[in-house]
């Protein structure tokens, strides 16, 4: 374990909580483990790492991040999701990849969510024209993907800008009706995704009431 990682662990260990564990693991209904750290003391022990650890570069980074995943302990993985947003201006196109998997392993909206919106999003607003467009063509997939949570954080990661009177409703609308098609009324699956549709549907109407899905989407 690195040294950043092993400072993290430790840390959110301390910070543990057995009735907390297992107020969360009943709350989210995953299948991972809980040392029962608060969302702030997760916080708290990123920025203590990035302060401790200055300097971290890109490589840095994504390393750090993977080996926090790698443990499915919701803490950890959770704690790889702050760092990312933390330092989301080193990250670049390629770094989908990894964040694609790390969706994929999340089943859960707690961190596909966060991923999604303050992560993936944000990435891809820092990029120049042509690697925007390489990122689009990524989440294009992901909006067709049978992996619900991929379609969601397909959904999910225009909310910011969008919701700041940016971003690219027209691709938006056209993933949502790329997911209503297939999305039925039973399942976990169809739900997940039509969730992320309200959701982004409400927080855009807040400040852009004007923009509404087109009629039969």
């Known amino acids: 374990m690195s040294a950043a990682g092993e400072f993290i662990d430790d840390a ?11 107020e969360t693991r009943l709350r989210l209904g995953v299948d991972l483990q809980f040392y029962g750290a608060s969302v702030g003391a997760i916080r708290g022990t990123v920025r203590d790492a990035l302060r401790r650890h200055a300097g ?3 490589d840095d980074v994504t390393a750090l991040s993977s080996e926090l995943w790698s443990v499915p302990v919701y803490e950890r993985r959770l704690a790889a999701v702050v760092l990312l947003q933390s330092r989301v201006e080193v990250l670049t196109n390629s770094d989908l ?3 694609e998997g790390f969706v994929r392993e999340a089943g859960v909206r707690a ?10 999003g944000p990435l891809m607003e820092g990029l120049d024209a042509q690697g925007r467009a390489r990122a ?3 989440l294009d ?3 067709g993907e049978p992996d619900v949570w991929l379609r969601r954080a397909a959904l999910m990661a225009p909310l910011r800008a969008l919701r700041a009177g940016g971003g690219d409703w027209d691709r938006f609308t056209r993933h949502a ?6 999305v ?17 549907l409400d927080e855009v109407a807040k400040s852009r009431p004007e923009l509404r899905l087109p009629s039969g989407a």
């Open 12 to 22: 959110l260990q301390r910070e543990s909580s057995w009735y907390r564990a297992d």
């Open 56 to 58: 971290l570069t890109h």
């Open 97 to 99: 990849t990894r964040i």
């Open 111 to 120: 961190l596909v969510d966060p991923l999604a919106v303050d992560v993936v």
């Open 136 to 138: 689009d063509v990524v």
């Open 141 to 143: 997939r992901w909006a």
């Open 177 to 182: 009706r790329t997911i209503l098609a297939e």
């Open 184 to 200: 039925t009324d039973s399942g976990d699956d169809g739900s997940a995704a039509g969730e992320a549709i309200r959701v982004v």
